[in-house]
């Protein structure tokens, strides 16, 4: 029974990763058709922008705006941030989760300072994409923490719910990038916090493919690589 839900949860994420990774190859389309669309304005028209990456690249200049509760924002000129503590948040994510046409959002929480920053970008029903330029600003104007947590959403009616092979992905390379923190990943899905983290040997695993491999791999070795996944489930009150 066990090993026929892993595998159904499995069936799940690669439909999921596929439907992710076509939506972030529009979301780049999309921004190069528009740069190439100025390029061919200030060619022809001498058109004269003060800021043109402002206007095409939004998500460099957001403004943080502070608001009481966590929200999905798929407004790329702005981001959110909110004084709250964990359960607090989690909270705010589970009723997001609710919510008719929910999106994915992610966030990065800082535990000793109680408090939350959208993170994500591009969001749809399906996927989110953490920006790492975003986190990096957060960081440099918070140096004296030493641990922090990235959260996103699950917001499908699944009753099983796994780390998909993107959220793995994410989890390494946070690692990779921000070696000085204490880092924990979680997931909000319908009912459950979901805590992962690869073994030892799942990381070596893992690193002896790229990305793209991993997402069209078989389903006989993801249950390989999953079997070094720890998971902590705890249950939303």
Not at 123 to 149: C, G, T
Not at 170 to 177: E, L, V
Not at 181 to 197: H, L
Request: hydrophobic content about 35%.
């Amino acid at each position: 029974m066990k090993k026929l839900a892993l595998t159904l949860g499995l069936a799940g994420i690669l439909y999921g990763n596929l439907n992710a990774q076509n939506s972030r190859q529009d979301s780049l389309n999309n921004k190069i058709d528009s740069l190439k669309a100025l390029m061919s304005a200030i060619n022809s028209n001498c058109v004269y922008l003060e800021n043109p990456a402002e206007k095409f690249l939004p998500e460099y200049y957001s403004e943080k705006v502070y608001s009481e509760n966590l929200c999905i924002n798929t407004n790329e000129k702005k981001y959110y941030a909110a004084k709250k503590n964990e359960e607090e948040g989690i909270k705010d994510i589970h009723k997001i989760n609710n919510e008719k046409n929910a999106y994915e959002e992610a966030w990065i929480y800082l535990p000793e300072k109680e408090e939350w920053y959208e993170i994500g970008i591009n969001s749809d029903a399906i996927s989110v994409q953490p920006f790492y330029f975003r986190i990096k600003n957060i960081l440099e104007e918070n140096k004296d923490i030493s641990k922090i947590v990235f959260y996103h959403n699950h917001p499908g009616n699944e009753d099983i719910d796994f780390p998909s092979i993107s959220d793995i992905h994410q989890s390494m390379k946070y690692n990779k990038i921000l070696p000085d923190y204490k880092i924990t990943n979680k997931i909000i899905a319908k009912q459950d916090v979901i805590e992962y983290s690869l073994n030892s040997a799942g990381k070596e695993k893992f690193a002896e493919k790229n990305i793209l491999t991993w997402m069209y791999t078989s389903s006989e070795e993801r249950e390989k690589l999953y079997e070094d996944l720890t998971i902590k489930c705890a249950k939303i009150n």
